[in-house]
């Protein structure tokens, strides 16, 4: 690793100066389990290192009153993989965190720490996204919320400015009355996957062939996660069935991007992207019908 | 196990005696030393293939503040080529680069970070050359490259030579098997079947990454630690090297070593001790010299590329008539001990059936890429992986149950193999009994979901032992009754330690925690081969028993003079010697010694009770036209898996459901030992080269070099333990200590056919090549269904 | 260079060091705790492991200075004095380890895994593990280690 100074913020008022100060040859540490490894490797050389890890008023899980979810930035995965919280109401993290790396690279890294490394393989955001998430990014000029799904815009890429720290997560209470199912295709358990599903859906009240609200959200056969929105609409918009749901399977694998390197074929992962919005799509009505 | 233990200490389950320190981090490793005023090293390696190196410009590396040594291959320090069997390599490349990562200079600096800045500003000029990396072009009689033009003027070893091809200039060894007229036989065989099969490059992925560090004091002397098996081989190898007399090289084995599994060739200690040797004047600084994963993956020996072409004849009744066998093991651009890999890669297929008629040619050749061979089962999994794929194969076209074909043809005690020698301890029958008994074999799991198929395979296989062989020790009688044995065999973790302690126990009948094991150190351990080829209990186990006899009889000689009795009345137990039948007739062995006036103690003449013995065990060289030898081995370790996969058709993902191992080791000296070499064999390689392990290249460079991307099993990728059962066999064999053969090595030769033959089963596809990957899996179920369809 | 202070093993520590030490080198070669290995430098092995605050994380992805003001616990501090924790005797009793490269790693993350969870199943043991890679053993006996703890 190169050399660096090493700033340490306490706060997020400070974290902020820092950020205004440095932010230009600066990176945020949080968990840090992308970044250091990726420091080690001198793929990242910046001169100035903002450690965020201890600021403890960003590490929360917060159950809010519209029945939706607040959760800080810092908050490790780990703690969100054991939250009796979202195990209740979203289960689709906690079963997505479970799969994530390892106990022990969950126990230190954090949820605003992997958004804003942005890998396109990453299981999270996926999930967050299909939940409809919105993110706080803090600044000394202030705050502004934006949609996750517009926040990642490309590999390792994102809107996050050379001033502002992700402080906040926010998943809107309208979520909780659906249901979600993230899955990943991957060689071992717990590897990045070739592939990486997270649907989320509400049916109809009164017809539950009727599917009001619905996002299909792909990881790692794409540059970043995106929502389909082609195969959402066609589920939306039409009486559920077998051949409806292989026909937003066949959208999502004529639309998607992967590319083949030695994980596989470009090929075979639209094919696991097919099979998988298939297996998502149906245990999610399975479920929400259920309930 | 169901076994009639009358030992006391032979064939019980003692804890690790090495297991204290190791959980509790007390344990030392190689890359945990650290010596005063050390320096640290890095290599520069060649980015090419295959290049011509034009120059090499050290001057702003010599420059860098905090660098004190750089070398590069040229006479002075790396004088001489060595090699196991042909004497190929230098320890940095003279001339030529022969693979991407051959290492073409060397830094020790004051820290790694420094070293390996100066290796960064060393600037080598290369010409390229055309690489070859495809086994079958390698071998041709006109390869696009030959890595060495002058392979027939190189040295090779005496005792095992290779064997050179006149025409094919690529290859560094050809070996033959001739039993009978296989062309005969096949002329009159009801069903003749012929099929190719190819493994893919694996690394053995110990989890200590290889190091060395090197030390030389006052006098000159040089002192060499590293992640070695074989302390004596790499003296040989370092000494050779640089024209030292062997004697004036000194292999120590920093107490432990994390694994080796046969890959542990001595690069990393070579180029420490080049970069200590190199300095000028003294002292002289010592070198650590450790590789990081990534090195390891990258530039380190791994298991070769593999070629299996087989033919069998049989009678409508599954009788086996005819076998002919052609072998290439696609190695690395130096031999290595692959030279011997390419050879003794034919032993499995020779011994597992009996086969009337039967002929091998097995071949070993170059490639631009590093070294490659001996790996666990030494070529022996590899050739199997074709053979017992090609057995159900033909059990299909018989319309005969794939194990009732194995249990018809596999050899028994006193049958003749391919080398025509008679064979003795063979537990392939109660193998291949308890592996069907285990997997339940014939049952029908069910189906938990219609696009889940489930399928059970199974798969014989064996391992040898390597001969010539010498293992020699020293045991030591302590006055405070402490037995101490001198041993070269290195404690990888495989338990050598624990039950050559519990062997001792019970030759003295003391607690094996009155025993020592030493460790290794050429300056006070004797010779060994080195631990490889499973062949440490059977012969330094063996070579304990005669010095165990040689102490004793020392014991009994002074302890007879003092008891008034002759020696052949003596027995001892408990650090006392006493008169059999007679226990109050005894002493202490302590009595047998003087307290002396300023201290320690003494005997009287002797110097020490110091038992010392070799146990060597020649073989017979098999017939270099023939292969015909009466013994080609010292033994044969039998094995038989099955295996339980269920496969997602639509995804083709593979999941070994259940998987079992039934292992002939002959007497289990420590049966948890024994099954924790079989988990291991079975769980990490098994599981692993069949399914998920590749190194994966383009161009020469591997393109997976972590763990992310060279995908070792996990705890998710291993059956659930109830899902996972192990059966020892003893078969015992004559000439091993208490009929102890050895056991590390059988453990993984057969996986990978039990699992392939376990697909077949489930969804009737057959794969000739490892690993079976899940797209390979979708795309030919794919096919298979265009097929019927259209 | 940087001020650190943490706990180590029950013990106080000071030291200078520079950023862009991992915590896993200040304990092996700072502090010459030389339990926790360096298996691959990249936090996918598990050779590392050692506890902060009794969570188990892979130290040589993590910068020392992280853990400022908290109580890090390696493999050399299971152990109270001569008496060894009951995953260390587990380990033993059931020959869970061969060569122990990569034992200090997985027994700290198998009891940091045994220190949270109540009456664990094998699968709940197989996650909880999953990222400490074993070459030697096929886990099998880790695994039963871990299950036949007594946890009370």
Redesign the interface.
């Known amino acids: 690793m190169d050399n660096f100074k090493y700033f340490r913020a306490s706060d997020v008022k400070e974290a902020c100066s820092l950020l205004s100060r440095y932010g230009e040859e600066a990176k945020i540490l949080s968990g840090g389990q992308s970044l250091v490894s990726m420091m080690k490797q001198r793929f990242i050389m910046p001169s100035y290192i903002i450690d965020v890890k201890g600021i403890s008023e960003l590490d929360y899980i917060r159950l809010v009153d519209d029945g939706g979810l607040e959760i800080g930035a810092m908050t490790t995965h780990r703690s969100l993989e054991k939250s009796a919280v979202i195990r209740e109401n979203f289960s689709m993290l906690s079963n997505m965190e479970l799969t994530l790396a390892s106990m022990a690279v969950r126990n230190w890294g954090t949820v605003g720490g992997s958004l804003c490394s942005a890998d396109p393989a990453s299981d999270l955001a996926p999930s967050l996204i299909a939940l409809g998430a919105q993110v706080t990014l803090s600044s000394e000029n202030g705050e502004r919320v934006v949609l996750l799904e517009d926040f990642i815009v490309d590999s390792f890429e994102t809107i996050l400015k050379e001033n502002e720290l992700l402080t906040q997560i926010q998943v809107p209470g309208k979520a909780a009355l659906g249901c979600g199912i993230h899955t990943k295709f991957a060689r071992r358990a717990h590897d990045l996957g070739i592939a990486s599903v997270a649907t989320h859906l509400i049916l109809d009240k009164s017809d539950r062939d009727i599917c009001n609200h619905i996002r299909i959200v792909l990881g790692a056969v794409d540059p970043f996660p995106q929502r389909y929105k082609r195969a959402e609409g066609l589920i939306r918009e039409n009486k559920i069935n077998e051949a409806l749901i292989e026909e937003a399977a066949r959208a999502v694998f004529e639309d998607c991007n992967p590319t083949t390197d030695i994980n596989g074929t470009e090929e075979y992962k639209r094919e696991i992207a097919r099979v998988l919005v298939i297996r998502t799509v149906k245990e999610a009505i399975a479920r929400a019908r259920s309930v | 196990m169901e076994t009639n233990n009358e030992y006391k200490y032979i064939g019980t389950?003692e804890?690790?005696v090495?297991?204290?320190?190791?959980?509790?981090?007390?344990?030392?490793?190689c890359?945990?030393m650290e010596l005063s005023r050390m320096l640290y090293g890095k290599v520069k390696r060649s980015p090419y293939p295959h290049a011509r190196i034009i120059s090499i410009d050290t001057s702003k590396a010599k420059e860098l503040p905090g660098v004190k040594v750089v070398i590069v291959g040229d006479e002075e320090t790396c004088p001489s080529r060595f090699g196991a069997g042909v004497a190929d390599e230098y320890v940095l490349a003279r001339g030529k680069a022969l693979y991407v990562g051959d290492a073409v200079a060397a830094v020790a600096a004051e820290t790694e970070e420094i070293a390996q800045e100066a290796v960064d500003l060393i600037e080598v000029e290369y010409e390229e050359l055309t690489p070859v990396f495809d086994g079958d072009e390698a071998f041709s009689r006109n390869p696009p490259a030959i890595l060495h033009e002058e392979l027939k003027s190189y040295k090779t070893i005496r005792s095992v030579p290779p064997r050179f091809d006149e025409n094919r200039p690529n290859v560094f060894n050809y070996f033959r098997i001739r039993r009978d007229n296989t062309e005969e036989a096949f002329k009159n065989a009801d069903i003749v079947l012929e099929n190719r099969f190819e493994v893919a490059m694996i690394h053995?992925?110990?989890?200590?990454?290889h190091c060395g560090i090197a030390k030389v004091d006052g006098t000159g002397r040089l002192t060499v630690w590293g992640t070695t098996s074989k302390p004596y081989g790499m003296h040989r190898d370092i000494s050779e090297s640089r024209g030292m007399e062997p004697s004036s090289v000194r292999v120590i084995i920093p107490t432990?070593?994390?694994?080796s599994?046969g890959g542990r060739e001595p690069k990393a200690e070579q180029i420490a001790s080049s970069l200590v040797l190199a300095q000028k004047g003294y002292p002289k600084r010592p070198v650590k010299m450790r590789f990081?994963?990534e090195e390891q993956l990258t530039t380190t020996t791994t298991r070769a590329r593999y070629i299996v072409e087989i033919k069998t004849g049989a009678k409508k009744d599954g009788t086996l008539v005819a076998t002919k066998m052609k072998t290439i093991l696609v190695g690395g651009a130096y031999a290595g001990t692959g030279y011997l890999t390419a050879r003794n890669g034919s032993f499995g297929p020779a011994a597992n059936y009996k086969t009337p008629t039967f002929s091998m040619d097995a071949y070993g050749v170059y490639t631009n890429q590093r070294m490659a061979g001996a790996f666990r089962g030494f070529g022996n999994a590899e050739t199997l992986w074709g053979m017992e794929s090609h057995m159900d194969m033909l059990a299909e076209e018989l319309n005969i149950d794939p194990l009732k074909l194995r249990l018809m043809n596999c050899t028994d005690e006193g049958d003749l193999n391919a080398f025509q020698e008679k064979m003795h301890s063979v537990g392939a029958k109660e193998c291949l009994h308890a592996a069907a008994r285990d997997i339940e074999w014939g049952k029908k799991t069910e189906q938990k979901a219609p696009h889940l198929k489930l399928g059970k395979g199974i798969a014989l296989g064996n391992k040898y032992s390597i001969v010539p062989t010498a293992s020699a020790c020293f045991v030591k009688v302590h006055p405070d009754g402490l037995v101490e044995l001198r041993t070269s065999t290195v404690e990888?973790?495989?338990?050598s330690n624990t039950i050559f302690s519990q062997m001792i126990s019970e030759e003295f009948k003391v607690p094996v925690s009155k025993v020592r094991v030493l460790n290794p150190d050429t300056d006070i351990t004797p010779f060994d081969l080195g631990t490889a080829s499973s062949r440490s209990t059977f012969n330094m186990g063996n070579a304990i028993r005669k010095a165990c006899a040689d102490a004793k009889k020392q014991l009994f000689d002074l302890a007879a003079k003092e008891l008034g009795v002759t020696e052949d009345v003596l027995e001892t137990a408990e650090s006392r010697v006493f008169v059999k039948g007679s226990p109050e007739k005894s002493m202490h062995v302590s009595e047998l010694f003087i307290p002396m006036v300023i201290g320690g103690y003494t005997l009287k003449e002797g110097a020490e009770i110091i038992g010392k013995a070799t146990y060597y065990l020649p073989g017979v060289m098999p017939d270099p036209e023939t292969g015909a030898s009466e013994r080609p081995a010292s033994f044969y370790m039998f094995v038989a898996q099955a295996a339980e996969v269920e496969v997602d058709i639509?995804?083709g993902?593979i999941r070994v459901t259940k998987m079992v191992t039934a292992n002939d080791c002959g007497k289990a000296i420590n049966p948890?030992?024994v099954?924790?070499q079989q988990?291991?064999?079975?769980?990490?390689?098994g599981i692993g080269s069949a399914l998920?392990e590749e190194v994966?290249t383009d161009n020469g460079v591997m393109?997976?070099p972590?763990?992310?991307?060279y995908?070792?099993?996990?705890?998710?990728?291993?059956p659930?333990?109830d899902n996972?059962k192990s059966a020892i066999i003893e078969t015992a064999h004559r000439e091993g200590p208490w009929g102890a053969k050895g056991v590390g090595e059988g453990t993984m030769v057969s996986s990978a056919p039990a699992i392939a033959n376990a697909i077949y089963d489930a969804i009737g596809i057959r794969f000739h090549d490892i690993p079976i990957?899940?797209?390979q899996v979708?795309?030919a179920l794919k096919e298979k269904n265009q097929e019927s369809l259209g | 260079m940087e001020n650190l202070s943490l706990i180590v093993n029950g013990e106080k520590i000071e030291a200078k060091i520079s950023p862009e030490t991992t915590l896993h080198t200040f304990l092996h070669d700072t502090l010459g705790l030389t339990g926790s290995k360096e298996g691959c430098g990249e936090g996918l092995c598990g050779c590392c492991t050692v506890r902060v605050d009794g969570k188990a994380v892979k130290s040589c992805i993590i910068l020392a200075l992280q853990v400022e003001g908290k109580s890090v616990q390696t493999i050399e501090g299971l152990a109270d004095g001569e008496t060894l924790d009951p995953v260390q005797e587990a380990f033993l009793d059931h020959g869970a380890f061969q060569c122990g490269y990569c034992t200090p790693g997985m027994i700290m993350a198998s009891k940091a895994f045994l220190d949270e969870a109540s009456k664990p199943s094998e699968k709940d043991v197989r996650h909880a593990l999953s990222g400490n890679l074993c070459r030697c053993t096929g886990y099998h006996k880790i695994i039963k280690a871990t299950l036949s703890v007594d946890q009370k």
């Open positions: 389950s804890r690790n090495n297991g204290v320190e190791k959980v509790t981090g007390a344990a030392q490793y890359s945990d053995h992925v110990q989890m200590e990454p432990h070593v994390g694994g599994f990081t994963r990888l973790g495989q338990g639509e995804t993902k948890m030992m099954e924790g988990d291991g064999g079975v769980l990490s390689m998920l994966i393109l997976n972590q763990f992310a991307d995908k070792l099993p996990t705890t998710l990728d291993c659930d333990c996972y990957t899940p797209e979708l795309t």
